[in-house]
């Protein structure tokens, strides 16, 4: 997926670092926009001359996916700069496809079209839309957002469409980036935040955040066989470049390293009413899910109707787990089950050995302090368990999604521990065909 494949890029050396200075860091949201096919060509220009003016003016880095989705009636554009760089690239590509407009008289109106990662969306929208609201109310826009449906697991960008003038519609773009740009930074802290505290774990698999963010550099040698250009940023690019943006296989496939990894079961509880969200229409939803996490993902009847949850099941190795539930989590943020400022936190149960429950305890309840304080989540191992056939007993984890999957690894951890020391001492333990003297 080279550059003359997949896209055209300009720049200017101060865009991306150099003798003129950075312009943007890498973890930044970019700015990216649909504009209709028929105006690609005046936003590039005779010989690349306008598009050239527009990044040397703007101090911008832009990436036209001209060559994507052949036949489509609209192209995507990605500007990276700063946020007032971003802005003045997109009024000049307003203003140059306003003007084309007036003159072929080809479409009546030209409205601005924001894409943006279906994660971020609903803290833009506020609660009972009153964000948007505002932002319309402030500008004098008319503003639209592409239904939930339009989803699928390859994409998770939603279109945010404003109609008005040019001015009313730049100064949209200012309050509506501003909005997504906060909603993304907090993404990045709590992702850098996980990457600490759990090591373990390939970060840069997970497609559970906005833009595909990673808190970790690609690999080397994948950067161009997946994400375009040498410089193409796997994290900001295009999401119809599935590899580049999630750094896992087009198929959703299992890695080697998924297929060897010990297979963990999960029971995620989540609120009754989010069922039917999570199954999506004739199952696809869960389907989709599935087969991108690389889980198995089935819901268990309820043991009673009025039961305010329901018990998700949940099959797979370790990344396999925190892609499924990052995903559930974040579903039910996006289908409005918990509110714009309200955490999501769901219980879940893992199942350990009887003989590692009291290390999970520890001394005078010691080690699960520790555990809780250092995860947040709420851990507890109810005590007068009987074992099941497997000589296995519960433990209950509370909290947000990176509270609950520090919790989980940490446990997993422990009784990774114990099962260590009870294989040595097997191995010194005499046989009975060898009594001790």
Request: hydrophobic share 35%; net charge neutral; glycine share 10%.
């Amino acid at each position: 997926m080279g550059t003359g494949s997949r896209e055209q890029e300009f720049g200017q050396p101060g865009a991306m670092g150099g003798s003129q200075g950075p312009r943007y860091r890498q973890q930044e949201l970019p700015l990216r926009i649909l504009v209709p096919t028929q105006f690609v060509g005046a936003i590039i220009g005779k010989e690349g001359l306008t598009i050239k003016n527009i990044t040397k003016q703007t101090q911008s880095k832009v990436d036209i996916h001209r060559k994507e989705n052949a036949g489509a009636t609209e192209k995507s554009i990605t500007i990276h700069s700063s946020n007032e760089g971003c802005s003045q690239a997109c009024r000049m590509i307003l203003e140059i496809m306003e003007k084309e407009a007036n003159d072929t008289k080809i479409v009546e109106e030209v409205p601005l079209k924001i894409l943006a990662h279906n994660n971020l969306v609903g803290r833009l929208i506020g609660k009972e839309g009153r964000n948007l609201k505002k932002i319309e109310q402030d500008t004098g826009t008319k503003i639209t957002i592409s239904s939930l449906q339009d989803l699928t697991i390859y994409n998770h960008e939603r279109t945010i469409t404003v109609r008005g003038g040019v001015e009313e519609c730049c100064n949209a773009e200012v309050e509506i980036m501003k909005k997504l740009r906060e909603a993304h930074e907090n993404d990045v802290a709590s992702l850098n935040q996980q990457t600490n505290m759990m090591p373990g774990l390939n970060l840069n698999a997970l497609g559970i955040f906005s833009s595909g963010m990673s808190a970790l550099p690609p690999a080397p040698g994948l950067r161009g066989s997946l994400s375009g250009p040498a410089n193409y940023s796997p994290l900001l690019g295009p999401p119809s470049v599935l590899g580049g943006l999630y750094g896992v296989p087009h198929s959703g496939a299992l890695s080697l390293q998924q297929a060897t990894a010990e297979q963990e079961v999960v029971y995620l509880f989540i609120p009754t009413p989010a069922v039917g969200a999570l199954i999506g229409k004739k199952g696809q939803h869960i389907k989709e899910l599935a087969h991108y996490a690389g889980a198995s993902i089935k819901i268990a009847a309820p043991d009673n109707p009025d039961d305010p949850e329901r018990m998700v099941i949940i099959t797979g190795p370790p990344e396999a787990q925190y892609k499924a539930q990052g995903r559930i989590y974040g579903k039910l943020k996006e289908e409005n089950f918990f509110t714009a400022k309200e955490e999501v936190k769901l219980g879940a149960h893992i199942k350990v050995p009887s003989s590692a429950a009291g290390r999970v305890i520890g001394k005078g309840g010691k080690t699960v302090n520790e555990l809780q304080n250092l995860t947040s989540a709420e851990v507890i191992v109810p005590r007068d368990q009987t074992p099941d056939e497997n000589d296995e007993v519960f433990v209950k984890i509370i909290g947000h999604f990176f509270a609950s999957q520090a919790a989980q690894r940490k446990i997993r951890e422990i009784v990774q521990q114990v099962k260590q020391q009870e294989r040595k001492h097997q191995q010194t333990v005499p046989t009975p065909s060898q009594p001790s003297k």
